[in-house]
């Protein structure tokens, strides 16, 4: 549920700091106050489109922070999870929007584009509004109130399931079957690339050794004259070589250790290096025998280099990747031959998946008429109760070609009603009145609120045009919603403020250089004023507040 929300420099707001409780909590004040501005504010940190008009006068950018309890949202922490954005039990919302225009979101202190803070929002948090900009609207989220009412959730996850498997095996048989027409004269290439390969008999990391010796052989003169000149250095010149001389070293420093010890450890480097260079000449000899100045030798590895590089750009890919090459092209051969055997076999399978798929579906299909049935008849019967005798709610099923069958079903289905007696039923997306919209969102979810996985309910001035028992018919369907869900209601009618569990008043002050919006928990006898207030308006008298106090009363009884 929604446990607190901040507000920094947003519109007339320059700070507000709301702890909100489980159950029922309205929103009152006068008109113009900025009811309706924490319901825009709520919209914003979950991801409603935003722009620089909405920062405060004279402030450098507005932010908005929600802190969220989602220890009972499996849905909720398993997104956070997936994300790599889980944190506890807890989930803070964040919104900065610059002076500039520029906005920011974050998930637990983590920065995330906005489309991310808004899937998220929405397993959250609904709102109900004049404009209805939420989710009601939508097909999908009808078929999820629908499915959950008629405990339908476990048939359609099957159905998806099947759809799935359907679809992959349908579509490698298109696949095979849009490739079967140049099969014959890509398996001839394939053939003939194999072979190919096959001759050339490339080993792995043979052209890396075959460039090393070409290398080697293009310079086998300079290498075998080098080679002489080094060995005639260090040993075979008669007059100075290496050798003679560190051994001329050694004996003069054995002469003087008699006379200073000190000197035994230069005389063990020079011992170390006289072998050492006795070992180099050594390697040097037997290096210069390797010396290849074949011209055969020469040519054939050149041959055999421009050999590899054709093969390897006419397949545009370079020489040590022929090896891969060779066995991709093993196995798409293996899979050309067996074609049409591979194809029998995905043709049976298709249609075993179909088969199945359509099986589930229909038995789906069938329990949402059933379903569309009851929760149609309920949600009519709730609509009188709301300011609308003779008003009818239907659950338009449309079945679908067979083309057009999707993973949730074979069938598409709308939400219909219509507010007044002699109207025909229309889409509910396309209710003119917002008043109506926002009392039949009401009458829908009360009916559909043990199948919503959405904790937190905004209804912004659902009683808009109401009054009366019907005003206090909404106000329980809204309790009654709060039973089970955290409601948050802005209203202007006492009736409906009564039965709250937490009543905020929001005033508008000003000290007549600017205009700020100010939020206040109300205690028992504040709530009697504000009630006397929407009650009698300016003059509030002792039969006013007596007659609030006695709606309080009442209301409290009831919860009781």
């Keep these: 549920m929604l446990m607190n929300l901040q507000v920094r420099d947003f519109a007339i707001v320059d700070k507000i700091d709301i702890e909100f409780a489980p159950g029922m909590t309205v929103l009152t004040g006068e008109t113009g106050a900025g009811k309706s501005i924490l ?53 803070v919302l964040r919104r900065v929007i610059n002076a500039d225009g520029r906005s920011r979101a974050f998930v637990n202190g983590n920065s995330v584009p906005i489309t991310q803070l808004k899937v ?67 398996l001839d290439l394939v053939a003939f690339q194999l072979q190919e390969l096959e001759s050339l008999d490339l080993a792995p990391g043979e052209f890396a050794e075959l460039s090393a010796e070409r290398q080697k052989l293009q310079n086998s003169g300079r290498l075998a004259e080098g080679v002489v000149g080094a060995l ?25 250790l008699d006379y200073d010890p000190s000197l035994e450890p230069v005389l063990e480097m020079l011992n170390g290096a006289s072998i050492q260079v006795s070992e180099a000449t050594e390697s040097l000899r037997r290096y210069g025998e390797t010396i290849d100045m074949d011209p055969h030798r020469r040519d054939w590895v050149e041959e055999r280099l421009d050999a590899i590089q054709t093969v390897s750009r006419k397949h545009r890919v370079s020489a040590d990747e022929l090896p891969e090459l060779f066995d991709k092209l093993r196995g798409e051969h293996d899979a050309l031959s067996h074609a049409e055997e591979r194809g029998r076999e995905l043709e049976q399978q298709a249609a075993a998946a179909q088969a199945e798929y359509l099986k589930l579906a229909t038995a789906l299909s069938r329990g949402r008429r059933k379903a569309a049935t009851s929760f149609a008849r309920s949600v009519t019967e709730a609509m009188s109760g709301l300011g609308m005798p003779g008003g009818v709610f239907e659950v338009a099923l449309t079945e679908l070609e067979y083309e057009a069958a999707r ?67 909404v106000g329980r369907r809204l309790q009654e919603l709060g039973e089970s869900r955290q409601v948050l209601c802005v209203t202007h009618l006492p009736q409906v403020a009564s039965l709250a569990d937490q009543h905020f008043r929001i005033s508008k002050v000003t000290d007549g250089k600017s205009t700020r919006t100010r939020l206040h928990v109300l205690s028992k006898d504040e709530r009697i004023e504000e009630l006397a207030r929407m009650l009698g308006g300016v003059d509030i008298t002792r039969k006013t507040l007596d007659h609030a106090a006695e709606m309080l009363a009442g209301a409290r009884k009831m919860r009781a």
């Design 39 to 91: 319901v825009d504010a709520l919209g914003l940190v979950l991801g409603e489109r935003g722009s620089a008009q909405l920062v405060r006068e004279g402030a450098k950018r507005a932010e908005f922070a929600a802190e969220f309890d989602v220890s009972a949202l499996p849905a909720v922490q398993a997104w956070l999870e997936e994300q790599a954005l889980d944190m506890d039990d807890e989930c």
């Design 407 to 473: 993973p949730w079903g074979i069938d598409e289905m709308d939400f219909l009603i219509s507010a007044n007696p002699g109207q025909p039923p229309q889409l509910l997306a396309r209710i003119a009145s917002g008043g109506e919209l926002s009392r039949m969102s009401l009458a829908i979810q009360v009916i559909a609120s043990d199948g919503s996985l959405i904790p937190t309910m905004v209804f912004d001035e659902v009683d808009s045009g109401v009054g009366g028992g019907v005003a206090e018919m």
């Design 120 to 186: 998220l929002g929405e397993l959250m948090l609904d709102i109900h509004g004049q404009h209805f900009h939420q989710s009601l609207g939508r097909r999908p989220v009808q078929r999820d109130i629908l499915d959950h009412f008629g405990g339908l959730l476990d048939k359609r996850t099957a159905t998806e399931s099947s759809f799935a498997a359907w679809r992959t095996l349908s579509e490698s048989l298109q696949q095979l079957k849009a490739a079967e027409a140049d099969r014959a004269s890509r």
């Design 232 to 256: 005639d250095s260090l040993f075979e010149n008669d007059t100075a070589n290496a050798n003679s001389l560190v051994a001329e070293a050694v004996r003069s420093l054995e002469a003087l």
